[in-house]
Nanobody
């Protein structure tokens, strides 16, 4: 059984930092591209960042470039998202997601990801 478990969300003031993490089990983690998506109330789920199975390539949505950093540790089956200079518009539930990575291009499309965590709330106050 595949499980993705997020942690590290919370409440922070604008301009602050948070780190969210995701631990995966039940899959060959090093064969999967890992991504973070987010969903704010009343809005559609949106892509935030992705890292390829080897960690060699990353991609970010424009609004978080230069502020967020995605990283992975294949030895510990974890992927993390370091978020700096947070803005109120970053407030959302953040989800970790996994998709098979070998021989495929990175994807920003949520329904191309097979496995999902339960989400962790990130709230940025103004």
């Amino acid at each position: 059984q595949v499980r993705l478990v997020e942690s590290g969300g919370g409440l922070v003031q604008a301009g602050g930092s948070l780190r969210v993490s995701c631990v995966a089990s039940g899959l060959s983690f090093s064969n999967y591209n890992m991504a973070w998506f987010r969903q704010a109330p009343g809005k559609e789920r949106e892509f935030v960042a992705v890292v390829t199975w080897r960690g060699s390539t990353t991609d970010y949505r424009d609004s978080v470039k230069g502020r967020f950093t995605i990283s992975r540790d294949n030895g510990r089956n974890t992927v993390a998202l370091e978020m700096n200079s947070l803005k109120p518009e970053d407030t959302a539930v953040y989800y970790c997601a996994a998709t098979w990575g070998l021989g495929v291009l990175v994807s920003r499309i949520w329904n191309e990801y097979q496995y999902w965590g339960q989400g962790t709330q990130v709230t940025v106050s103004s």
